[in-house]
Nanobody
Framework: VQLQASGGGLVQPGGSLTLSCAASGFTLRYYAIGWFRQAPGKEREGVSCISSSDTDGSTYVVDSLKGRFTVSRDNAKNTVYLQMNSLKFEDTAVYYC?????????????????WGQGTLVTVSS
């Protein structure tokens, strides 16, 4: 079971990026998938979550990022996305995706059991 976050890079303030979370070894649609980030010198924080497609598939974005970040999934591609718009300097961080321990979990899951390698997002002019 492996998760891999990708799509990070260097972007100017006000720009957009779409991160992808892909899996090998299991099917993402059955799990709640969360996005997290860790900025330099700071603790990891939750960003968003999307419930298993076996539930209502509801999405959640932390209040401070609502209106700029959107989480979605493409089950045919076994991928979850994090669309980030109007990026700010403070969005600079390593972004991680994680899958819930239990099948059919809604957000927030009781526990995230599978973590991917992160992808670095740098917002800089």
């Amino acid at each position: 079971v492996q998760l891999q976050a990708s799509g990070g890079g260097l972007v100017q303030p006000g720009g957009s990026l779409t991160l992808s979370c892909a899996a090998s070894g299991f099917t993402l649609r059955y799990y709640a998938i969360g996005w997290f980030r860790q900025a330099p010198g700071k603790e990891r924080e939750g960003v968003s979550c999307i419930s298993s497609s076996d539930t209502d598939g509801s999405t959640y974005v932390v209040d401070s990022l609502k209106g700029r970040f959107t989480v979605s999934r493409d089950n045919a591609k076994n991928t979850v996305y994090l669309q980030m718009n109007s990026l700010k300097f403070e969005d600079t961080a390593v972004y991680y995706c994680a899958a819930s321990r239990r099948l059919g979990d809604s957000c927030p899951p009781v526990q995230y059991a599978y973590w991917g390698q992160g992808t670095l997002v740098t917002v800089s002019s």
